[in-house]
C-alpha cells in the first residue's frame, strides 16, 4: 500500500517562501496524478496543484503565477515551491496522489502552513 510523507511546512511572513515535499513509497505504475490540496478551518477543501504523469500541470486560480510544482519521478516526489505567499494561503496541506485505474486516492498526514507577521 502506498503511503506518502510529507515535509516543509511551517510558519512565514508574508511575502515570503516556502517549499512543500511529498514522496511516495514504492513504485507508481499507469496513469496517475499526485500534487496538493489544502484545506483552511471552516473552509471546503480545494485543489492547488496536481501534475499528472505525463507532465501536465493543472493550479488554483488563486496560486498561479505564485506557486510551482514540480515532480521527480525518479523519486516518486512532488514539490510545491510556493512564493509571495499570503495570510489566505494559511491552511493544511495535504500531499495526494491519484491512481486512475483502478480508482484510487492515496493521502498524506497534512502539513500546516501559516502566513501570519
Known amino acids: 500500500q502506498v503511503q506518502l510523507v510529507e515535509s516543509g511546512g511551517g510558519l512565514v511572513q508574508p511575502g515570503g517562501s516556502l517549499r512543500l515535499s511529498c514522496a511516495a513509497s514504492?513504485?507508481?505504475?499507469?496513469?496517475?496524478?499526485m500534487g496538493w490540496y489544502r484545506q483552511a478551518p471552516g473552509k471546503q477543501r480545494e485543489l492547488v496543484a496536481r501534475?499528472?504523469?505525463?507532465?501536465?500541470?493543472n493550479y488554483a486560480d488563486s496560486v498561479t503565477g505564485r506557486f510551482t510544482l514540480s515532480r521527480d519521478n525518479a523519486k516518486n516526489a512532488v514539490y510545491l515551491q510556493m512564493n509571495s505567499l499570503k495570510p489566505e494561503d494559511t491552511a493544511i496541506y495535504y500531499c495526494?496522489?491519484?491512481?486512475?485505474?483502478?480508482?484510487?486516492?492515496?493521502w498524506g498526514q497534512g502539513t500546516q502552513v501559516t502566513v501570519s507577521s
Open positions: 514504492g513504485s507508481i505504475f499507469g496513469g496517475n496524478a
Open positions: 495526494n496522489l491519484r491512481i486512475f485505474f483502478p480508482a484510487t486516492d492515496y
Open positions: 501534475i499528472f504523469s505525463g507532465g501536465t500541470t
